[in-house]
């Protein structure tokens, strides 16, 4: 397991907090209150380690497939549904929308091989991530890619009450490997796919995605 760039400058800020925190209730909790100061030690060792866990990239066996649109994120499926495509798209399409609890991995990655036609970034509200409007309200970031058989599939990452730091690496014109980093999204939210109305749809809702792993849908 290694841990990602992203969390170089808060896993540095929140050692030095740490460290001075522990000095802090040493010298005022240790000599007095034994006990007080190693529960207080020991929560401060649980949420450090916490922060250390949210920015890991563990090992795994991604999903190379060609004719699959694989899971961008870690998360639970909590929507698959026929919308009105609000943006690039004119017509009806399939969501599917993964939410990430504090928990999960966080990387995000290009769920299918293709060219970058569409990367757009739009202001917008902090609604929790499982929010119905939190799709079309909330601070976003929004992929297109055009798969080499024609067909486009739309990403967005999207921030929620905890989350407001979106961090996406593709431009437009760019063409991008399925399973390569997308981007990272620090402390929970969703990613949302919208797919043509003819892929087939190979999760359901309540089950768990691994990002890079599970095969969302296929062509």
Same mark, same amino acid.
């Not at 009450?161 to 980093?181: M, P």
């Given at each position: 397991m290694t841990?990602?760039?992203?969390?170089? *400058?808060? @896993? /540095?800020?929140?050692?030095?907090?740490?460290?001075? $925190?522990?000095? +802090?209730?040493c010298y005022f909790l240790c000599p007095a209150y034994p006990v007080i100061f190693w529960i207080l030690e020991i929560a401060l060792v649980i949420v450090f380690g916490l922060?250390?866990?949210?920015?890991?990239?563990?090992?795994?066996?991604?999903?190379?497939?060609?004719? *699959?649109? @694989? /899971?961008?994120?870690?998360?639970?499926?909590?929507? $698959?549904?026929? +919308?009105?495509?609000?943006?690039?798209?004119?017509?009806?399409?399939?969501?599917?929308?993964?939410?990430?609890?504090?928990?999960?991995?966080?990387?995000?990655?290009?769920?299918?091989?293709?060219?970058?036609?569409?990367?757009?970034?739009?202001?917008?509200?902090?609604?929790?991530?499982?929010?119905?409007?939190?799709?079309?309200?909330n601070e976003r970031h929004s992929n297109v890619y055009r798969h080499h058989n024609g067909k486009e599939v739309l990403t967005k990452q999207i921030a929620g009450a905890l989350a407001k730091r979106i961090v996406n690496y593709n431009q437009v014109g760019q063409s991008v490997k399925q399973n390569d980093e997308m981007g990272f999204i620090k402390f929970g939210s969703r990613v949302d796919l919208l797919l043509p109305l003819d892929a087939k749809i190979n999760v359901k809702i309540g089950d768990v995605a691994v990002g890079g792993v599970t095969v969302v849908a296929r062509w």
């Amino acid at each position: 397991m290694t841990l990602h760039k992203e969390g170089k *400058a808060t @896993i /540095a800020i929140s050692t030095l907090l740490f460290l001075i $925190i522990s000095f +802090v209730f040493c010298y005022f909790l240790c000599p007095a209150y034994p006990v007080i100061f190693w529960i207080l030690e020991i929560a401060l060792v649980i949420v450090f380690g916490l922060i250390i866990s949210f920015f890991r990239i563990p090992s795994r066996n991604y999903t190379a497939d060609d004719a *699959a649109v @694989i /899971a961008p994120c870690d998360g639970k499926v909590v929507v $698959i549904e026929e +919308v009105e495509a609000d943006e690039y798209f004119k017509d009806r399409r399939i969501q599917v929308s993964i939410f990430m609890s504090p928990l999960n991995v966080h990387v995000n990655r290009n769920p299918v091989n293709g060219t970058i036609v569409y990367n757009q970034y739009h202001k917008g509200k902090y609604l929790v991530a499982w929010h119905p409007k939190s799709s079309t309200e909330n601070e976003r970031h929004s992929n297109v890619y055009r798969h080499h058989n024609g067909k486009e599939v739309l990403t967005k990452q999207i921030a929620g009450a905890l989350a407001k730091r979106i961090v996406n690496y593709n431009q437009v014109g760019q063409s991008v490997k399925q399973n390569d980093e997308m981007g990272f999204i620090k402390f929970g939210s969703r990613v949302d796919l919208l797919l043509p109305l003819d892929a087939k749809i190979n999760v359901k809702i309540g089950d768990v995605a691994v990002g890079g792993v599970t095969v969302v849908a296929r062509w």
